[in-house]
């Protein structure tokens, strides 16, 4: 059960990465292009439900959201929250592979 319950919320947080990634690739076009934008609001929320390292990289992949010291100092805060999070689990049991 602790098998597939882990599976699972791996599968979670790729899927939620991928979308973190693809949003701030959507975003950074829609900057260069002057046209409708993702609010900072939606990506920080992203990234709090699991897209933190594809938020992340994409900052950083794109040169996205760079210049606004929020995004820089509390992604990679919430990307290690969720580092943290995952050793949790893991080292008490509540996961495991």
Do not use: C, N
């Amino acid at each position: 059960m602790k098998v597939i319950l882990t599976l699972a919320v791996l599968l979670y947080l790729v899927v939620m990465t991928i979308v973190g990634l693809v949003i701030m690739k959507a975003d950074k076009v829609k900057a260069s292009k002057q046209k409708w934008r993702v609010k900072e609001s939606t990506l920080f929320l992203i990234s709090l439900l699991g897209g933190s390292l594809g938020t992340w990289l994409g900052m950083y992949l794109f040169r996205h959201k760079t210049k606004h010291w929020y995004f820089v100092v509390f992604m990679p805060l919430i990307l290690i929250g969720h580092i943290a999070l995952l050793v949790f689990l893991f080292s008490r049991g509540y996961l495991a592979l």
